[in-house]
């Protein structure tokens, strides 16, 4: 059974920064996807920020793109979202998923493909 736990996150104004970090029971080789969803208040859950194991390959989606960095810890059991120039809009519960799927890259955003989640910690951006 794999468990990822993530730790992070909290209250910052608009313009500031956090880090969101998650740690995998496994190493995440085991894994072909691992990513960053976040759910906001009263809408759907949202990818964000993946990383596909198999090229090193990171993607974002619009929203974030230039804002948020995504990246694996040498042991290559944790992962990390870097949060800068954070807006109001990016608030919400933010969530690890990991996928053993290899055509998880197809479906980055898709949230099926990912079997395994963390609890969610939560954002807040204030202005």
């Known amino acids: 059974q794999v468990q990822l736990v993530e730790s992070g996150g909290g209250s910052v104004q608009a313009g500031g920064s956090l880090r969101l970090s998650c740690a995998a029971s496994v190493n995440s080789y085991k894994m072909y996807c691992m990513a960053w969803f976040r759910q906001a208040p009263g809408k759907e859950r949202e990818g964000v920020a993946s990383?596909?194991?198999?090229?090193?390959?990171?993607y974002y989606s619009d929203s974030v793109k230039g804002r948020f960095t995504i990246s694996q810890g040498n042991a290559k059991s944790t992962l990390s979202l870097e949060m800068d120039s954070l807006k109001e809009e990016d608030t919400g519960t933010y969530y690890c998923?990991?996928?053993?799927?290899?055509?998880?890259?197809?479906?980055?955003?898709?949230?099926?493909?990912?079997?395994?989640w963390g609890q969610g910690r939560p954002v807040t951006v204030s202005s």
């Open positions: 998923a990991a996928s053993p799927y290899r055509s998880c890259r197809s479906w980055l955003w898709d949230d099926t493909v990912y079997d395994y």
């Open positions: 990383l596909y194991f198999d090229g090193d390959d990171t």
